[in-house]
């Protein structure tokens, strides 16, 4: 008994000696009614810890019971030390006073611009940093705020904002807030890796976007190139900075007493993309101290954004190292006057630990980790821990999400008359309008109806549905899969698939949706696609056995029947004929199938699953898809394999340009019947879509043997940057080029079961191209735009579609 009272003596000991106090209040300028100091720097001395106030001059501390100074500075007024004596919350409000300096003397060369000389010592203070920057570990709060002028739920792990018919001239209003504590770890040359310790967000919002840290979005401006919207964008402290931005001294400040040049800095040539505003310099050390800065017009992507305001601070530690103490975009947007935006994300940085050893295990495949209680932090701990004061604004915007959420969600309002899906649960949906009728030539006028269910069962279930009758062919169809995730970051999962439907002949190298091939068919009387009727199963496992490398293996039943033209209806051009529905082979198929992937790209682990992530950099993924049909063993109708490989990436190459590629080889022994085989993904007349070959028709080229290479590279406005053409760049025009190349060939085996062929007159000998075939073009789009034209030539293997010309819109 005594030892129990002894015991709880010491843990209430405990419990009160590391109790959390909050010590807040405004910090403000003593001449000016107490006017708050925007983002002025709190730092508790003696330690690495502290935190930047508001924009309103508000800070927020929490500490243990002691004593402690609070060093507060700000630009353009004398650094105060004041002394607290915490045991309880307080509430201390700091005034700094105003200090006007004079501009001290630079010694320049005769007639170039003082800031120039500034900068050079400003870039040689960054080397020497880097120089001594082994490593570093730092904590961090972030809070990021969404405005909308409508509010918005959301469904799983998406959000959605209407767009209304006309323009959105409506105030803007915080429609969604995610609030999250991380630790970042950062070890020379380039290892970086972030842990979420704690998030919450408001309840329209799904912890699945809260992975926002610092750590990740922060762009360290001391470092030569930042990425904004995937586009490289030079500091304005670059090595080569001078070349590429003019500066010029507005004024000069006071911090501590020390003087601070106030350098104002735009890019040289207007037609550049790069950062425009001010940065501020220390004298003598020559240090980043501050930056307000923003995006000219050729960095902003369609000019989407018509506010884009970024600043950050920074403080000196121990051997002149200088560190962000925080980081602050906010955005604004309205593109055509459709849908008003805005968006913010304030960070804050503390408890550096600079150039301490770090463990081996720390730095790994995984890049950010979201702790396994991140999202099971009560109110309790987020009181105890550091973070950014609540606005009013916010606390109102808070509540009233959550009294919106709170209230059951009626069909009605989920429901979209311009949706291919409609939200009946959170994670399930069911087929909406737009895609519960479609129109073919085989099944005719089609009703059709399906119901997805993902992340079910602490997110390790997927389940589908779908149904569909034909008034033509009068036949119902259906097909169920299945999907459940194994392990403690599901990097394993079990498929089961049961179908009985009609599908696409060649459908992996269709590149139109189904509400296109309706369109055109009830209108134009032309139904590109070609189908069959099949019926079977098919199950698997897939794991990922090493961090780069995954596996599967699997069971294939299938049946396989061809399908005839049902229908002779159309609204328009009614005396034309549908085109007949090309033969299959007809069979039975039984077979083992096995696959793998290898991925060097790195992981992000969001507390449910391991994602991988592309970091900006060349990127290069292999995989590969084998199909084994044995008549003796499996009691298949055919003997044959079946091997696909796929080599695909991109890689960075000058400025925001990249190039994508794909490399795919399909080989097979035996008999292959032709709806197994390989078609080249062609295009209809006056359309084309990306990754596909625009001179040739669809299902025109095919073969059980084929070498395929597509070749994009996204230019952007790079080239006419290039070639000066400043009202190109001022449109924001981009370009593309691209080339595809192929090999296709038919063996003798495949060649003797292959079906009379009645599509573009080929017969029984398909077109081959047992030398490359080639073609090559360019398109032109604007940014804003999700549509491009594109011009394509043929480069040998001449005919029809020499030349041709195409609409490319994801629409279609």
């Not at 040359?189 to 912890?207: G, H, L, V």
């Not at 009614?574 to 039975?588: A, F, G, L, M, P």
């Not at 059980?704 to 996204?714: E, K, P, Q």
Request: zero cysteines.
């Amino acid at each position: 008994m005594k030892l129990n009272i002894f015991l709880l003596v010491l843990l209430t000991y405990a419990q009160l000696f590391s109790q959390q106090f909050v010590l807040k209040g405004k910090v403000y300028d003593k001449n000016s009614l107490q006017q708050g100091l925007a983002y002025s720097n709190i730092r508790i001395a003696g330690t690495l810890s502290g935190t930047s106030a508001t924009v309103e001059g508000f800070y927020e501390l929490r500490l243990t019971k002691g004593n402690y100074q609070l060093i507060v500075s700000n630009i353009g007024y004398t650094t105060d030390t004041v002394s607290v004596k915490l045991n309880s919350n307080e509430t201390v409000n700091i005034g700094l006073t105003h200090v006007p300096v004079n501009l001290p003397e630079v010694t320049v060369l005769p007639g170039e611009n003082p800031a120039l000389e500034i900068i050079r010592r400003v870039i040689t203070s960054k080397n020497d940093r880097d120089e001594k920057i082994n490593s570093y570990v730092f904590n961090a709060y972030t809070k990021g705020i969404v405005k909308t002028t409508k509010d918005f739920s959301a469904s799983g792990t998406s959000v959605g904002v209407g767009i209304g018919g006309g323009k959105d001239t409506s105030k803007l209003k915080i429609t969604g807030i995610i609030e999250n504590e991380s630790k970042g770890y950062f070890r020379k040359p380039n290892e970086y890796k972030d842990e979420i310790i704690a998030r919450k967000q408001s309840a329209n919002t799904p912890s699945a976007i809260n992975i926002f840290t610092g750590g990740r979005l922060i762009q360290n401006f001391y470092r030569d190139d930042i990425r904004f919207f995937n586009r490289p964008l030079l500091s304005p402290i670059a090595d080569d900075a001078i070349d590429y931005y003019d500066y010029f001294i507005e004024d000069t400040l006071a911090l501590d007493k020390k003087s601070v040049f106030k350098i104002k800095f735009e890019p040289l040539r207007k037609i550049d993309p790069g950062f425009v505003g001010t940065i501020y310099i220390a004298d003598k050390t020559y240090n980043l101290v501050k930056l307000e800065v923003g995006l000219n017009t050729p960095a902003n992507p369609g000019k989407i954004f018509d506010k884009i305001n970024i600043l950050q601070q920074f403080t000196e530690f121990e051997n002149n190292i200088v560190m962000p103490i925080d980081y602050r975009i906010s955005v604004e947007g309205n593109p055509l006057g459709l849908v008003k935006f805005g968006f913010e994300l304030n960070t804050i940085f503390y408890d550096y630990q600079i150039n301490n050893p770090l463990g081996k295990d720390i730095f790994d495949m995984t890049i950010l980790k979201v702790k396994s209680d991140a999202d099971k932090k009560d109110s309790l701990y987020w009181k105890s821990t550091q973070t950014i004061p609540n606005t009013e604004e916010e606390l109102e915007a808070y509540a009233r999400i959550d009294s919106i959420e709170s209230k059951p969600k009626k069909f009605w309002d989920r429901f979209s008359l311009f949706s291919p899906t409609i939200n009946i649960e959170d994670n399930i949906s069911i087929t909406g309008p737009l895609s519960i009728y479609s129109f073919n030539r085989v099944e005719g006028h089609t009703l059709n109806f399906g119901i997805n269910a993902i992340q079910q069962f602490n997110k390790r279930s997927s389940l589908r549905m779908d149904l569909s009758y034909g008034f033509d062919d009068q036949k119902f169809k259906g097909e169920f899969a299945g999907i459940y995730y194994l392990g403690e970051h599901r990097t394993s999962n079990l498929t089961l698939r049961a179908f009985n439907k009609l599908t696409d002949l060649f459908s992996e190298a269709m590149r139109y949706s189904k509400l296109t091939s309706s369109l055109v068919s009830l209108i134009g009387k032309y139904d590109f696609r070609d189908y069959y009727y099949t019926k079977g199963f098919n199950a698997g496992i897939w794991s990922q056995v090493f961090p780069v490398l995954s596996f599967g293996i699997g069971y294939q039943n299938r049946t396989d029947n061809s399908a005839y033209v049902n229908t002779d209806f159309s609204i328009i051009n009614t005396d034309k004929i549908y085109n007949s529905v090309q033969q299959i082979y007809e069979t039975r198929i039984n077979a083992i199938t096995t696959n793998f992937q290898l991925d060097f790209r790195k992981f992000i682990e969001d507390g449910y699953f391991k994602r991988k992530v592309n970091q900006g950099g060349a990127n290069f993924t292999l995989g590969g898809y084998f199909t084994f049909s044995n008549s003796s063993f499996l009691k298949s109708s055919l003997d044959f394999q079946l091997y696909r490989i796929t080599l695909n990436g991109y890689i960075p190459t000058f400025g925001a340009a990249r190039t994508n590629f794909n490399l795919t080889g399909f080989f097979t022994n035996g008999r292959v019947p032709f709806q197994m085989m390989y078609a080249l993904p062609g295009n209809i007349s006056g359309a084309s879509q990306s990754s596909s070959f625009r001179t040739l028709r669809t299902d025109e080229v095919f073969g059980d043997n084929a070498v395929v290479l597509s070749i994009d590279n996204d230019l952007g406005d790079e080239f006419f940057r290039l070639l000066r053409l400043d009202f190109l760049i001022d449109w924001q025009v981009n370009m593309s080029v691209f080339l595809n190349a192929a090999i296709v060939e038919t063996k003798k085996e495949s060649r003797s079961i292959l079906p009379f062929i009645n599509r573009y007159g080929i017969g029984r000998n398909p077109i081959e191209f047992t030398k490359p075939f080639a073609e090559a073009g360019f398109a032109i789009g604007q940014a804003l735009f999700p549509f491009k034209l594109e011009f394509t030539w043929k480069l040998n293997y001449f005919g029809i579609n020499n030349f041709v010309f195409g609409l490319n819109a994801p629409i279609l």
